[in-house]
């Protein structure tokens, strides 16, 4: 069993650095794939610790290793640090508020999600140090998660094909293991092309690509009730060919996100949906050519793993919040609709096992959650899509959730992003560094978790291996 104390003692010294770190991220709020300062101030702790750090991993700017022991076991932790467009937002108080109109916010909460992994890494680093236990920690610094899946990529590079397991965590409004499995996907444009006319004085000449984006858009609407009920499938228009109605747009350009419980779902649904563009351009005399942006893999629940990984949620104590963080959670309260708030204890209790129910009574009265909340082997809801999945497919991987923000925030709102720069987020992240650290060390101390880990592992994949959903050839995209 790990000591306890040791690893909150090594934390306990740097928080002050890491909640820096986290301040310092969340300021930045850099988009997928140009994490430029982020990459840099989390790689630049990790050299500092003595860790060995590689550079554009898998020809990614912003993604790097830092690794430090030698030999097996390979423990590994995945940080983000993208942010998201549009959310801008001033931190720590209770109504809508941007810093910068239309600028981008951490409304995902990855700037506690990497530092609060890299924290994991570092201490676990210092445990081995002091135990001399062998082994290697390495810490993934993975860039563009949002819309970008940056750890599938790296992992068609085989950035992680040495890893015995991967620990990871994401900020969330309860505490509690990630139970659920999530949706793969593909992300892909469909570009039309048309011609230009006059719209009054010669249409008949024009063929329109905004209207074959329509029309497809309306196909895959009708494709919906005959796909299953797992399946997603949304989408942006990215190009709508221009500001005028009187010219025949000769371009248009429609994103997809098509997501299914598994790739090959996916990959049936994406044919139905080129097949619908197609019949798009034959009805608009326009052509289409297609780019494919990215794609993620389902996340491959371990239960070896998440049993070790509930063991460490026991051994780290409660999070205490002051009166002032708690009227803080209030005040963003009154900001989340009753249906949110409804919505996310109904969750909490198709989590908990059924004889635990009634813990939902006291929890409902609470706006910062600090219980740890059981859970089970059962398939959970649908949460949407974590480019984690690629790496659960090559090696055991466990994730867990910590209280973060006020109960129900819903993600990617403004009031995630300006709570992610409250006291209490901090706490969260400190105590997932912790939960996650000591899960490490349970698995650094007794191998033998990883081998059963890794029967699981391969049990579940019942004999179909890793194959990047991303194509060879096909490069990161950036946020438009
Ligand atoms: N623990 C979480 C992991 C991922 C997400 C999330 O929102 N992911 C995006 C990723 C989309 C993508 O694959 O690009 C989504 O589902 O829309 C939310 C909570």
């Known amino acids: 069993m790990p000591e306890f104390e040791t690893i909150r003692s090594i934390i306990d010294r740097k928080q002050p650095l ?45 993604a790097f290793t830092a690794s430090y ?139 329109s690509a905004l209207d074959a984006v329509e029309l497809m858009n309306v196909g895959v609407n009708y494709l919906r009730e005959h796909m299953i009920d797992e399946a997603r499938v949304h989408y942006a228009i990215v190009n709508s060919g221009g500001l005028s109605p009187n ?53 491959v629940r371990n239960h070896v793993l998440e049993e070790q990984m509930t063991a460490a949620f026991q051994a780290v104590p409660a999070v205490s919040y002051t009166d002032e963080e708690r009227s803080y959670a209030k005040a963003i309260q009154a900001s989340i609709t009753e249906e949110e708030r409804t919505g996310f204890f109904k969750d909490i209790e198709d989590m908990l096992p059924d004889d635990q129910k009634n813990l939902l009574d006291t929890m409902k009265n609470k706006d910062l959650l600090e219980d740890v909340i059981p859970t089970t082997t059962k398939k959970g809801k649908n949460i949407g899509s974590t480019d984690v999945g690629d790496v659960s497919w090559i090696a055991p991987t466990v994730q867990c959730f910590t209280t973060c923000f006020t109960a129900g925030t819903p993600f990617h709102t403004w009031q995630m992003v300006t709570q992610g720069a409250s006291t209490a987020a901090y706490k969260g992240m400190k105590q997932a560094s912790l939960v996650m650290a000591d899960t490490a060390i349970r698995l650094f101390e007794s191998p033998e978790l990883i081998s059963k880990a890794k029967e699981e592992h391969q049990s579940k994949l019942a004999g179909k291996s890793y194959i990047c959903p991303i194509p060879k050839g096909v490069s990161p995209s950036y946020v438009r």
């Open 18 to 62: 890491f909640d820096d770190i986290a301040h310092q991220i969340w300021n930045l709020a850099e988009l997928r794939f140009e994490e430029k300062e982020s990459s840099k101030l989390l790689s630049s702790v990790l050299e500092q610790e003595g860790f060995e750090v590689d550079y554009n991993v898998a020809g990614l700017s912003t």
């Open 69 to 207: 022991g030698s030999g097996s076991p390979v423990v590994s932790f995945l940080g983000e640090f993208d942010a998201l467009s549009q959310l801008s937002q001033k931190p720590s108080i209770s109504y809508q508020d941007p810093v910068f109109e239309g600028e981008s916010g951490h409304g995902c909460g990855h700037h506690l999600l990497g530092t609060g992994a890299l924290a994991s890494a570092v201490a676990v680093r210092h445990y081995l140090d002091k135990h001399q236990l062998p082994g290697t920690v390495r810490f993934y610094g993975c860039p563009g998660e949002e819309g970008g899946s940056g750890k599938a990529f790296m992992a068609r590079e085989g950035v992680f094909d040495d890893i015995d397991t991967a620990i990871t965590w994401h900020p969330g409004s309860y505490n509690s293991l990630f139970a659920f499995e999530s949706l793969a996907n593909y992300q892909v444009s469909f570009r039309f092309k048309g011609k230009a006319s006059h719209a009054a004085a010669s249409p008949h000449l024009g063929r």
């Open 247 to 299: 010219v025949v747009q000769a371009e248009a350009e429609v994103l997809y996100l098509i997501r299914a419980p598994e790739l090959s779902q996916v990959n049936a649904l994406y044919k139905r949906v080129q097949d619908i563009a197609k019949g798009a351009a034959l009805m608009t005399e326009t052509t289409f050519d297609i780019h494919f942006e990215k794609g993620c893999s389902n996340y």
